[in-house]
């Protein structure tokens, strides 16, 4: 088996690339992503609005910075302890069955690494502006934009459209990681299944 199934032979710009078009707006759930959005903008208004905007700000890029840290966390974990509960013997197993079939471990990894990079990339880009926040860059920056309180709106909406969508995407981390366990089991059950007989 090619290391093209896992994603290992993938640059890292392709990697970016193919994981910002998991969370892109497609005809699959547009629905989830016109609600993240809608509220986004609601956020934005909100602070665009807001005469105390330097400290509302903050603290919401705080909360962002401490929800993607966690979020990050949290899919490191599954990952781990997703791929780590399947022996060597299961793994083999498998990457047997996904050359027969639709590569299910292969989809599963390569997903979990985009995620991953989803997660990354709102960790580092929340991180930055929060540390503009706390380095007096703030006051500044933050005067000049407000005084082009539509160019402020849509840079927030954007902002925070990210950092809700990538928190967003965890529920399907947490099914993935579902699908991956219970495909072991299937595969474990079939193995004792046809050792009985």
């Known amino acids: 088996m090619s290391g093209g199934a896992f994603g290992l032979d993938e640059k890292p710009g392709d990697l970016v690339k193919t994981a910002l078009r998991e969370i892109m707006p497609s005809v699959k759930n547009w629905k989830s992503s016109l609600v993240i959005f809608l509220f986004a903008l609601l956020l934005s208004q909100g602070v665009a609005v807001s005469n105390s905007k330097t400290q509302e700000l903050a603290e919401g890029v705080a909360l962002l910075c401490d929800a993607q840290l966690a979020l990050l966390g949290c899919t490191l974990a599954f990952y781990a302890l997703v791929f780590g509960v399947l022996s060597q013997k299961m793994l083999v197993v498998m990457t047997e069955v996904e050359s027969r079939s639709h590569g299910e471990i292969g989809y599963f990894s390569?997903?979990?690494k985009r995620v991953?990079?989803?997660?990354?990339?709102?960790?580092?880009?929340?991180?930055?502006?929060?540390?503009?926040?706390?380095g007096g860059v703030s006051d500044g920056l933050v005067s000049l934009v407000y005084a082009y309180r539509y160019c402020m709106f849509v840079l927030l909406a954007i902002f925070e459209w990210y950092?809700?969508?990538v928190i967003w995407e965890f529920k399907s981390v947490i099914y993935n990681a579902g699908l991956v366990v219970g495909l072991s089991q299937a595969i474990l059950y079939k193995q004792?299944?046809?050792?009985?007989q």
């Open 110 to 112: 390569a997903y979990f």
């Open 116 to 134: 991953l990079v989803l997660q990354f990339l709102a960790f580092v880009s929340a991180f930055a502006v929060r540390l503009c926040m706390v």
């Open 163 to 165: 950092q809700l969508r």
């Open 192 to 196: 004792q299944d046809g050792n009985r």
